[in-house]
């Protein structure tokens, strides 16, 4: 039986590879590598693809995020609602401004946010609130806004996970002030390297994020704030162009791979699968199971994704520690148990393969493999709620 990868980019790069060799020729005939023609073209696409007035394109999504939190001059002593199951990223732009995360816990059906307990942590220094759409999937943003419009906060939508993703009609990116995208290459739209942007409609924010991205400077060679050196560049805007033109399709195959994988696991009694969206429309960067049965630590799951791998599906865990449990958010004050959904998550959740041209035939494979696995390691059945 053939090795099923978490992702595979290779097929999606042969469908179109004779485009993408001659958009990097050009590029690299032109000797503009650095902003250009090219940059602005993907940009206007990507803002317009998104519905927003305004597109910077940045080095990564941990720097968007970076530059949205300068640009609406968010710094110490403010803090940030967010997510404690998400990567690393998220809380880290925050801390790097200098602002404090305050981790709300999640919906364990959802994986995101639980909009239900943000006005709790509500404070006199919370500034902005940070849902991120996690693997794919909207949070259900009607609350946030609202929660946000009472006590005039701003929204900061991470995307880095769900580009092309709907709320109630709405792209992510353009219902916050500001949106967060990455460009990294396992992304529903991922180039071939690093690369991000942020959307807004905003355009005093637009300005000071495109300001801060080059060196603080508007006019070369006089700087009004310490910025950063941080540009999409015009190798990988040339490529992620030709992507965009692509990306509703492949974000349709993975939801057909979704479904698909959501018939397949109907009586797997041992698993939690993801839910429907009833209010918009996941992308599906991730498919993502819970073993609710699983013990502390996820012992368990890891033994199950251990004989995966060794059978030949290749599974992944995102994330195996939530982040107020991470060793660098010590001094934050966070115990075990404090937020305990995220916490369950963190040692339940199992990631299996997905990308849009991910074959029924392995999807046969994965699952049968993952039936014949929690056999062995007997996890008993799931108890839904």
């Known amino acids: 039986m053939s090795v099923i990868p978490p992702v595979d980019l290779t097929e999606q790069f042969r469908a179109i590879q004779s485009d993408v060799n001659a958009a990097v020729a050009e590029v690299l005939a032109s000797g503009q590598y650095i902003n250009g023609p090219v940059v602005e073209t993907f940009t206007q696409a990507f803002g317009d693809y998104v519905g927003t007035k305004h597109c910077i394109g940045c080095n990564s999504g941990t720097d968007a995020l970076y530059l949205a939190l300068r640009a609406l001059n968010i710094g110490p002593g403010d803090e940030v609602i967010t997510s404690p199951f998400t990567f690393i990223a998220t809380a880290e732009a925050i801390s790097a401004v200098g602002a404090t995360p305050v981790f709300v816990d999640i919906d364990l059906d959802t994986f ?36 946000a419009a009472r006590y005039d906060l701003t929204m900061i939508e991470d995307c880095a996970q769900a580009t092309g993703a709907e709320w109630m009609g709405q792209q992510v990116g353009r219902i916050g002030q500001v949106g967060c995208f990455s460009f990294f290459p396992t992304k529903n739209l991922g180039g071939c390297g690093d690369g991000g942007a942020l959307t807004t409609n905003d355009d005093n924010l637009a300005a000071t994020a495109r300001m801060l991205s080059e060196h603080g400077s508007r006019v070369k060679y006089h700087h009004e704030a310490i910025g950063v050196n941080s540009r999409l560049d015009s190798v990988q805007a040339a490529i992620l162009a030709i992507k965009l033109r692509h990306l509703d399709r492949w974000n349709q195959q993975r939801s057909q791979v979704a479904d698909r994988y959501y018939h397949l696991l109907a009586s797997v009694t041992e698993v939690v699968r993801p839910l429907p969206v009833t209010f918009g429309r996941s992308v599906w960067n991730q498919y993502t199971l819970r073993l609710p049965q699983a013990t502390a630590e996820g012992q368990e799951r890891n033994q199950v994704q251990q004989l995966m791998r060794e059978a030949g599906v290749i599974c992944m865990v995102y994330y195996p520690l939530p982040l107020h449990l991470q060793p660098v958010y010590r001094s934050l004050g966070y115990q075990p148990g404090d937020l305990p959904q995220a916490e369950a998550a963190a040692q339940q959740v199992l990631s299996l393969p997905m990308f849009p041209e991910l074959g029924e035939a392995a999807q046969d494979q994965v699952v049968q493999t993952l039936k014949s696995v929690l056999a062995e390691v007997g996890l008993k059945a799931a108890q839904y709620c």
């Not at 991120?132 to 609350?143: A, I, T």
Request: hydrophobic share 50%; no cysteine; charged share 25%.
């Open 112 to 147: 995101n946010i639980d909009v239900a307990k943000i006005e709790a942590a509500v404070s006199d220094r919370t500034r902005a609130i940070m849902p991120v759409h996690l693997f794919g999937r909207p949070v259900d943003m009607g609350p946030i806004m609202d929660l």
